[in-house]
């Protein structure tokens, strides 16, 4: 069976999609001494990429015509045995059309979302962008 023909959750066949996504997630390690801003990252960070990314001037962030079309963050609470440290302190899906659409709208806003990533962290991001399939 091919995997174009698998159904997702809701029963529609991958062809049947109407948006094929692909997501960027951006993660920071924890421990040691790595310090992260959890309301800077939320507050002013989150403004700036929203605002970069949504690929339009109206107040609406998932406009259509946006290359941004969502985004979550999670702040890591535990490790995979009960007590244990998260292995990494924040991560960030920031959800795109494709690729094409992400690298476009990157290029130009790389140095100003670069450059206030230490404004919330010293930690070294950790970057893949995949593809959504389910």
Known sequence: ????DNQNSRGLTTSERLVPLNRLSQRHQAGGEIKFSR?????TSL???VT???G???DDHWAAGSALQGLSVEHGISGEEPGSSA???ATGHLVF??????QTSFASHAQEVM???PKYTNSEPIVQIGELRL
Do not use: G, K
């Open 87 to 89: 292995p990494y302190i």
């Open 1 to 4: 069976m091919d995997w174009h």
């Open 47 to 49: 403004e700036l990429v």
């Open 52 to 54: 970069a990314w949504r």
């Open 97 to 102: 059309d494709s690729l094409q659409a992400f």
């Open 39 to 43: 309301m800077l990252a939320s507050s």
């Open 56 to 58: 339009d001037s109206t």
């Open 115 to 117: 450059a206030d990533i």
